[in-house]
């Protein structure tokens, strides 16, 4: 896709982050080498370093986020930046201003960062393509295309678990047809050379091309998470669906909620992951999402390192 031509400045510097597909190795292993070091700094009491101080950073979030965006905000506070949450409810953007108009006077107050998230695909690359030559773009999810801060979170995750993406066994779970996330993690689980990516769920939920991205496909759960090392559960996400895809929540459950039951065909180390909000009894069992496999939770905390990563590199600041 084209984004990567404007995600890197000239020296082949990471200037905006709007999508995985197109990045090398060593620059996402660069991004979680990064965030294992601000790890560390979350852990302190003083969990702050200057590494942004006098830059402003403006969250603008188009579609309702919980987690990306309070990890967002944390992550500049972190780094020392101002930040800025933007409320679209009330913005001018529902007074009828259009979004270059928007960008525009966002621009005018000296932003040096637009973290965006938005309902439509492209939406992230068309700012990044609008804006002042200074200013950073960070994609925090757009529509059903890109979620790329997540799969680095994910990522750092699975290495935090696994050590090494070489041996790996991955079974992503669920909606994958409207899932921005899916397609984030299989570009970058490919970039970072897992031999097995698997795609499971129902054929209406899984695009008809998706092998070409050289995953394997599964109808049946069972099949699909055997022998599994790393589990990805996703949600259905109704609201993109623009048809009855779907009998109901509990059939869907029946067939593909992950249970015990079914989690002991994965190996016996296997880690269970979501990007969230999970949806329990309709795609994960409370018992499964509470149990040890599960690391949900670390997800999140790991996603305020990661997010000070990326914030920091594409701010061309060090990190030492
Ligand atoms: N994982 C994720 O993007 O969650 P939010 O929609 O709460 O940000």
Do not use: W, Y
């Amino acid at each position: 896709m084209g984004s990567q031509n404007i995600q890197l400045d000239q020296t082949g510097k990471l200037k905006h982050f709007l999508s995985i597909d197109g990045l090398s190795r060593d620059l996402i292993t660069t991004i979680l080498d990064h965030a294992e070091t601000f790890t560390s700094v979350s852990e302190r009491s003083s969990k702050k370093v200057p590494i942004l101080r006098g830059k402003t950073v403006i969250n603008l979030f188009f579609e309702s986020s919980t987690r990306t965006r309070t990890t967002f905000e944390l992550a500049a506070k972190r780094l020392s930046a101002d930040v800025m949450n933007i409320n679209l409810e009330s913005s001018a953007t529902k007074k009828g201003e259009s979004l270059s108009d928007t960008l525009k006077t966002l621009e005018a107050m000296q932003a040096d960062m637009f973290v965006v998230r938005h309902q439509d695909s492209g939406a992230a690359e068309f700012i990044a393509r609008q804006v002042a030559q200074n200013i950073s773009v960070i994609n925090a999810g757009d529509g059903s295309h890109s979620h790329p801060t997540q799969a680095m979170l994910d990522m750092f995750t699975i290495r935090k678990h696994k050590k090494t993406f070489e041996q790996l066994r991955v079974a992503i779970v669920g909606d994958i047809a409207h899932s921005r996330v899916a397609r984030s993690e299989i570009h970058a689980l490919q970039i970072l050379g897992v031999p097995e990516i698997r795609v499971v769920g129902p054929k209406t939920l899984i695009p008809t091309a998706i092998e070409k991205l050289g995953v394997r496909t599964f109808n049946s759960l069972e099949r699909g998470i055997d022998k599994a090392d790393v589990i990805i559960m996703l949600r259905l996400q109704q609201e993109r669906m623009r048809s009855a895809l779907l009998p109901s929540g509990r059939e869907f459950f029946n067939t593909f909620g992950l249970t015990k039951e079914k989690l002991r065909l994965a190996k016996s180390d296997v880690i269970v992951m979501h990007p969230g909000p999970i949806n329990r009894g309709v795609e994960i069992d409370s018992k499964v999402a509470d149990s040890p496999a599960s690391v949900i939770l670390q997800q999140v905390t790991h996603g305020i390192a990661v997010r000070m990563a990326v914030m920091s590199l594409t701010m061309g600041a060090s990190v030492t």
